[in-house]
């Protein structure tokens, strides 16, 4: 790859996410050329900066006499940058200073090149003095939290609160799960060791999962194009057994996109399952028709709005039901920090009601004596035991509830309405809920 500049790079993505409202996922592809062969450096700056946005920016805010102008918010988020690296990256000092401010040129703001000298020299200087500031910081600021986040974790799990904030802004590691009509986890372990990769770990929680000592990108993974093997965070691997589904039954994969849930289920039935893949971007379905064609797995991939049954359905009930609702995805902020940035509090009584409207759009469609799994990647109740609570009294009176805690899994919630929470980090797994519903006979 041609040489780029990462600085820059990074700086485009950040102002892109905080300002324009875009994805990290979006925003670093948009700049992987402009970074050229440093492009893991422009990652690591824009991952890091939207950890410790606030710790950054109350740091800046004390440097500058005045807030830059709106046409100078690049600048602004390299200063954020600079800072970070200068904090958090290896990157000999001298070079972190200079390097940052070159990338103004890139920028074409080279006017500012001696206020961001004068910043990151002035950091140099007083970093002792302002990182023993954090410590004194309300936690919303010290945790890199928006206030309503802040404010509605607190609300929810108490004096759990800042362990689950701290965990948020720490690097997600890398789950693998080992795909079981190919290879078993413990030979798939043995096979990374003869290739070098030491380190990797079983879960006693999901008998596929693979744990990695160090993230890889998947081209290195052996076997993966192959379809000997998939990366999946350890909790949503916990949904597709749950389902308890069996040979030749007809299964349901709600909000199914990308399809690890799909193509798991598949996995643990010997590709048997009359499974049909629901999501309803045509996109996002084509992941899921990539996924299970790179594992040779079938499904039925059906564009449809879960919450409109009407527009898809054919009228033959399903046996099993997975639903992995779309959530405000408070779970997985460590894997995506731009989700502090990016989601309101105004976001989530709408992905709530949606939730609601999915659950019962799909509940009439269980065969009597089925099984639904409920499942999102948050930890705000409001989209988990309270919506089960909900369900019960309002749509499934009759419902009944499997009691899901596993000794295995330490930190472990029970809900009200019976399901099980995550919460980042319970044994190295992201922030997670399921419950699992029959219907009566």
């Known amino acids: 790859m041609a040489q780029g500049n990462p600085r820059a790079a990074a700086a485009r993505a950040i102002s892109d996410v905080i300002d324009g409202g875009r994805s990290l996922d979006l925003a670093l592809p948009s700049v992987r050329d402009r970074a050229g062969d440093q492009y893991s450096l422009t990652a690591s700056l824009a991952y890091g900066v939207l950890r410790h946005r606030r710790v950054l920016e109350h740091w800046l805010g004390q440097m500058l006499n005045k807030p830059l102008s709106k046409r100078d918010r690049q600048v602004h988020a390299l200063l954020l940058a600079g800072l970070f690296e200068l904090w958090q990256q290896d990157t000999p000092r001298h070079a972190a200073v200079s390097q940052t401010v070159d990338a103004l040129h890139t920028l074409k703001r080279p006017g500012l090149k001696g206020l961001a000298n004068a910043v990151l020299r002035r950091f140099g200087r007083e970093e002792a003095v302002l990182t023993s500031q954090i410590d004194t910081l309300r936690p919303a600021q010290r945790f890199s939290h928006p206030d309503w986040l802040t404010d509605r974790i607190g609300e929810d799990w108490n004096e759990r609160a800042e362990s689950i904030l701290a965990e948020n802004n720490k690097r997600a590691p890398m789950w693998l799960r080992v795909n079981q009509r190919r290879c078993k986890a413990d030979a798939y372990v043995e096979r990374l060791l003869a290739e070098g990769i030491e380190g990797a770990q079983r879960s006693h929680l999901a008998p596929h999962a693979v744990l990695l000592k160090a993230p890889l990108p998947v081209s290195a993974l052996p076997g993966f194009d192959d379809g000997l093997v998939s990366v999946q965070d350890l909790a949503p691997q916990l949904a597709a057994p749950m389902l308890q589904a069996e040979p030749g039954m007809r299964v349901l994969d709600a909000c199914a996109a990308p399809g690890g849930k799909t193509s798991h289920l598949q996995e643990l039935t010997d590709n048997k399952l009359s499974l049909v893949a629901l999501d309803r971007d045509a996109r996002r379905l084509a992941r899921v028709e990539e996924t299970l064609a790179r594992l040779g797995l079938d499904a039925e991939c059906q564009q449809g709005d879960a919450a409109k049954p009407e527009d898809w359905w054919d009228g033959v009930p399903f046996e099993r039901i997975l639903i992995d609702a779309p959530c405000t995805a408070t779970g997985v902020i460590r894997r995506h920090p731009d ?39 948050s930890i705000l109740k409001a989209e988990n035991a309270f919506q089960m609570a909900d369900f019960c009294r309002e749509i499934a009176p009759d419902v009944m509830f499997d009691e899901l805690l596993n000794d295995n899994i330490k930190g472990v919630m029970s809900s009200p309405a019976g399901g099980v929470q995550l919460l980042p980090g319970t044994q190295g797994a992201d922030g997670f809920y399921l419950s699992r519903l029959w219907r009566p006979a």
């Open 339 to 377: 989700i502090k940035s990016l989601r309101r509090d105004t976001d989530v009584e709408p992905l709530v009601d949606t939730q609601r409207r999915i659950l019962a759009a799909l509940w009439p469609l269980l065969a009597p004596g089925g099984c639904l799994v409920y499942a999102t990647c």
